[in-house]
C-alpha cells in the first residue's frame, strides 16, 4: 500500500481498555441498474483480550438501496432472531471479499498501537507497518465535549487539570491584552490623528487594564463615565463634568478622577526659554491641572449632600482628597533637555494631579503586554510561547525596575 493509500481512522475510547472506530463503509458493487449495496463494518478494540491478538469486535451491516440517491436502509433484520432451521445467506464476490480482508487488515494494524484516551486519530499507511496515532485537535475537542456535555465539561477540566485552565485563562487575558495594545499603539503613531479626547476616553474605559499598573499600584475600574461633579447627584446632569471618574479596587473604594487631552498637545509654551534652562509649562497642561484640581475639591464638597451620600454608600465608595490623574501629550513634543527638564520638574512637584503622557501610557501597556505573554510562556506544557504571542510582545518591554524609577 502507497502513502497515497493510507487510510486514517476516528477513533473514542469508552474505557481505560476498550475504544469505538468510526463506521468504515465499503462500497461492494454499483449495480447497473442503479441500485448499490455496501457493507458497513462498526467494529470496537479490545486492549489486551483474552485470546492474544483478537484485538477487534465486529458488526456487519449489509445494506441495498434503490437509487444511488436513495437513503441507506437501517438495520431491519436482527440475526439474533433468526429460528432454528432459518438461513441467511449474504454473498461476496471475488472481489467484495478481497476488499473486505483488506479493511480488516487495516483495523487490527490500527488497533496495534493500543487504546488511547479520548478521542484521537489513527492511520494505516502499511498493514505489516507501525501505524501513526494522531491526537484529535484539541479545538475538535472542547466542540465535541460543549457539544455534548455543556459547561459541565469545563467544570471537570478545571478539576481534573486547574493547570490546563489557568493557562487557556492567561493565553485569553494575553490576545485581549495584545489587541488592545496593537490599536492603542497605531492610533498614536496616526498622523494626522483621527481621535479626539472623546475617542480615547471610550478606549480607555474598554481597555481599564491600561490604567491599572504603576499609579501608586492600585487597581482602577470605571465607575462613572463623564460624571457630574457639581450637580444634585454625582451620576446626574448638570454641573461640571469630567471625562472619567474611577475608582480603586477593594472592600472601601476611593475615587480617583482622570482627565484626558490630545497626544498631540504642547507641553511646553512659547518658542523660546522664559529664562536660561527653564521653560513655562504648556496652557493645556497647567489649564488641565487646575481644572483636575477645581474638580477635586467640587466632588470633595458635593459628597457631602444628602443624594450623593447615598449614592456613595450604595457603592461602598468614598470621596476625601481624590486622586486625579492627567493624560496629554507625547514626549517627543519635548525637543531638548532644557524643556524635558522643565516639564519633568513641574509634575514632580505637584501633589495632585498625577500626569502622565500617552506614549508613557504606551509603555505601561506594553510592559503589561509582556507580563501576559510571559505567564503564557509559564503555563504553557511545552514551556514554549506561541508564535502570535512572541510577536504580540513587539520591541522588549521597559524593564521592572525601570518602572520603579518613573515619577509616576
Known amino acids: 500500500m502507497s502513502d497515497e493509500d493510507a487510510t486514517t481512522y476516528g477513533v473514542s475510547s469508552t474505557s481505560r481498555r476498550t475504544a ?24 470496537s478494540e479490545v486492549e489486551d483480550p483474552p485470546i492474544p491478538g483478537a484485538t477487534l469486535q465486529a458488526t456487519f451491516v449489509y445494506q441495498h438501496r434503490r ?22 445467506r449474504m454473498q461476496l464476490h471475488s472481489g467484495e471479499t478481497l476488499k473486505v480482508f483488506e479493511a480488516l487488515g487495516r483495523l487490527y494494524a490500527a488497533s496495534a498501537e493500543g487504546v488511547q484516551r479520548g478521542r484521537y486519530a489513527v492511520t494505516v499507511t502499511n498493514a505489516d507497518a507501525p501505524v501513526a496515532v494522531v491526537p484529535k485537535q484539541i479545538a475538535d475537542q472542547i466542540q465535541e465535549l460543549l457539544e455534548t456535555e455543556g459547561i459541565a465539561a469545563f467544570e471537570a477540566m478545571m478539576k481534573a487539570r486547574p493547570d490546563l485552565a489557568a493557562w487557556s485563562l492567561s493565553i485569553e487575558e494575553h490576545r485581549q491584552r495584545a489587541a488592545d495594545f496593537a490599536e492603542f499603539e497605531a492610533h498614536l503613531d496616526e498622523d494626522p490623528p483621527t481621535w479626539d479626547e472623546h475617542d480615547w476616553q471610550t478606549f480607555f474605559r474598554r481597555a481599564p487594564w491600561i490604567f491599572g499598573h504603576g499609579l501608586d499600584y492600585t487597581f482602577l475600574v470605571n465607575e462613572e463615565a463623564e460624571p457630574n461633579y457639581g450637580g444634585q447627584d454625582l451620576g446626574g446632569e448638570g454641573g461640571a463634568r469630567g471625562d472619567e471618574l474611577m475608582r480603586t479596587a477593594g472592600q472601601f473604594r476611593f475615587a480617583v478622577l482622570v482627565e484626558l487631552k490630545k497626544p498631540g498637545t504642547d507641553l511646553i509654551s512659547g518658542s523660546k526659554p522664559y529664562r536660561n534652562g527653564a521653560w513655562c509649562i504648556g496652557v493645556e ?83 503589561l ?38 515619577p509616576f
Not at 444628602?306 to 496629554?328: C, F, G, K, S
Request: include cysteine; charged fraction near 35%.
Open 20 to 43: 469505538d472506530f468510526d463506521p468504515v463503509e465499503i462500497t461492494l458493487r454499483g449495480d447497473p441498474d442503479g441500485s448499490q449495496r455496501r457493507l458497513v463494518l462498526r467494529v
Open 67 to 88: 437509487k444511488s440517491d436513495d437513503d441507506w436502509s437501517e438495520d431491519n433484520f436482527n440475526l439474533a432472531t433468526l429460528k432454528a432451521g432459518e438461513t441467511v
Open 285 to 367: 497642561v497647567a489649564g488641565g491641572v487646575a481644572q483636575l484640581q477645581a474638580n477635586c475639591e467640587r466632588i470633595r464638597l458635593a459628597a457631602d449632600t444628602r443624594e450623593n451620600v447615598r449614592y456613595l454608600d450604595h457603592r461602598n465608595m468614598t470621596v476625601a482628597d481624590p486622586q486625579a490623574i492627567l493624560v496629554i501629550g507625547h514626549t517627543r513634543l519635548l525637543v531638548d533637555d532644557d524643556q524635558r527638564a522643565s516639564f519633568h520638574r513641574f509634575r514632580r512637584n505637584l501633589w495632585n494631579p498625577t500626569v502622565l503622557t500617552y506614549d508613557e501610557l504606551l509603555e505601561r501597556a506594553r510592559f
Open 369 to 406: 503586554v509582556g507580563k501576559a505573554a510571559d505567564r503564557v510562556e509559564a503555563a504553557s506544557v511545552e514551556g514554549e510561547a506561541s508564535e502570535p504571542a512572541r510577536e504580540a510582545r513587539g520591541r522588549p518591554p521597559i524593564d521592572e525596575d525601570e518602572l520603579d524609577d518613573l
